[in-house]
């Protein structure tokens, strides 16, 4: 999972968008739908491989959003004891999520980075990174925020991709101009920009979660085959 973005609207609402980039092999995920799962209901889209998701919500005012790897590039090997997916929902149910964070064991669980919107109370933005070593857990400021993948990406494109979403900042916080940054920006080189193609993988979807008062609205699109989905929670 290649690119998220984060936007502040006030008065605890937001945008959270992720472009999902995988192989074009793997087996295709179906679109957001809700669950109920150990008593808690869950939207998510469901990975067609695992299960698992990498961007879901739950019923604890609750979205968390995944991308592959830590700070650095690391070798996947072959078998983890999980999915990173299956992590997911896990905190999504979890009750007290900072406790579950603090003690849940992630070894044999491969690098991943976690995007976390909490809004039970306050609206609170969280960094959470397994770097298979350790866990390193950050509350970060109300602010735009944007992650690429440390699997894809190294520091020299972040920043590139950090000053397209900079400069993309003069334009007002809707979801349709978040949308279409994360369709379009770029240099027009596909193994860079937001939306990639690198032959045997690249973007196969898109979804954006804006949290409006008491209303979530979830847009989905299925890239390869141009499909889209709209749900209300």
Known sequence: MCTVTYLPLGNHDFILTSNRDVPYAREKASAP????EDNVPLTYPKDGKAGGTWIGLSD???LICLLNGGFEYHTSRTNYRMSRGLILKKLLKAADLLGFIEAIDLSD???FTLAIV???NDL???EFVWDGHQKHLKKLPQEPHIWSSSTLYDASVKQ???DWFKAWQKQAFTSKNILDFHHTAGVGDSHIDVVMD?????TVSITSVKKNKEIIQIDYEDILTKKTAILNL
């Not at 739908?33 to 109920?36: D, G, N, R, S």
């Open 109 to 111: 669980i491969e690098q």
């Open 33 to 36: 739908k809700t669950y109920i």
């Open 160 to 162: 590139l991709r950090q």
């Open 60 to 62: 604890k005012n609750r």
């Open 198 to 202: 690198r032959g045997l993988g690249g």
């Open 118 to 120: 909490d809004w039970q």
């Open 124 to 126: 609170n933005l969280y």
